[in-house]
């Protein structure tokens, strides 16, 4: 497979593939491991683990790869949401709540515990580390840079690429507007960019040289020599591998990926406060409102889906997943990841 070599590869991968780092559950150690030793590099979710949490995963991983492989962590900006309309919505999910017989939850502000991670991070030292929803400052990403740890930052736009690459990220993670999942941009109250992934590429790289990873719908082999045509030192997948034997998707999300009474993907910020795409349901529809508050909606709607999920009613499930979903298949990592990078 020829591709272009004009931006610098940032990993000397068997196969340019990257596995997304999905939080909730579907990036399990076993996943992440299977990524790695499939030739690409898997990444762990830090977000909403507690910091003994994911140093357990990233010593758990070590046990199943001699490879390498990151860990994602969420970068939680201060908010001003407005506490009037956080208290509408929880009174607009009283019913959902009452269905099955849950409070609905408090509206609180934290950080992901940001700092306990770092030092995770720090301590334990994975290869890579990655960062989404903003950008950290200079001086987390200079520490870790000097530390021989690699540093990648998510951006959905030009202008948040510029601001990743003036405050020392060595890697550009692209996501395009097809991925599944929180989008990554750095204000939640704006709209989601549009931009086709490969014409966003071309524009960040046009300006900055760094290495790029590129992400978002990709679910066949076409579409991966097509983003690798841009440039791009790698792909990332997520959705692509939610249905593999390794990963941790719950049944009820895996069902629903393979279910044709759900046609299509929506971008939706009802359960968290952040922009995501998942499979247009009921929840989506009946609070089809747009209040950039997280993680306070995150908390609001926690007990209500810890219960939709109890009780497999997918229709007030957040069942994250990008508009390739369809492409999604079952097996091993391995076999996944064969048949996009032959």
């Not at 020599?225 to 440039?231: A, H, P, R, V």
Request: hydrophobic fraction near 40%; charged fraction near 20%.
């Amino acid at each position: 497979m020829n591709r272009p070599t004009s931006l610098p590869k940032p990993f000397d991968l068997a196969r340019p593939i990257i596995g997304a780092p999905m939080a909730g559950g579907p990036s399990t150690p076993e996943l992440v491991a299977a990524v790695t030793n499939a030739g690409g590099l898997g990444f762990l979710a830090g977000g909403y683990k507690t910091p003994q949490q994911l140093a357990d995963q990233v010593t758990a991983t070590r046990k199943l790869t001699v490879g390498p492989f990151g860990v994602n962590l969420f970068v939680v900006a201060a908010n001003d949401a407005d506490e009037e309309e956080l208290d509408a919505y929880r009174r607009e999910l009283q019913y959902d709540a009452d269905r099955y017989g849950v409070e609905v939850g408090a509206q609180k502000w934290d950080d992901d515990m940001w700092t306990g991670k770092l030092e995770v991070i720090n301590d334990l030292r994975p290869d890579v580390v990655s960062f989404t929803f903003n950008c950290p400052e200079a001086d987390v990403l200079t520490t870790l840079n000097r530390s021989g740890i690699h540093t990648a930052v998510t951006v959905t736009s030009s202008a948040e690429a510029q601001t990743a690459a003036e405050r020392g990220a060595r890697t550009l993670i692209v996501q395009g507007p097809h991925a599944g999942g929180h989008r990554a941009t750095f204000d939640p109250a704006a709209e989601p960019g549009t931009e086709p992934l490969p014409d966003l590429i071309r524009s960040i790289s046009a300006t900055l040289n760094l290495p790029i990873i590129a992400g978002g719908g990709i679910s066949t082999r076409h579409e991966v020599q097509e983003i690798l045509d841009t440039g791009a030192a790698a792909v990332q997948l997520g959705t692509a591998l939610l249905l593999a034997d390794e990963a941790g998707t719950n049944a009820a999300h895996r069902a629903a990926l393979r279910d044709p009474a759900f046609t299509e993907t929506k971008i939706t910020w009802a359960f968290t406060g952040r922009p995501a795409r998942g499979l247009r349901n009921r929840f989506m529809d009946e609070h089809d409102r747009r209040c950039p508050a997280y993680p306070q909606i995150h908390y609001i709607t926690a007990p209500l889906r810890a219960a939709a999920l109890a009780n497999n009613d997918q229709q007030a499930l957040h069942l994250w997943a990008g508009t390739g979903y369809r492409n999604a298949r079952t097996g091993p990592v391995a076999d996944i990841i064969a048949d996009l990078i032959p």
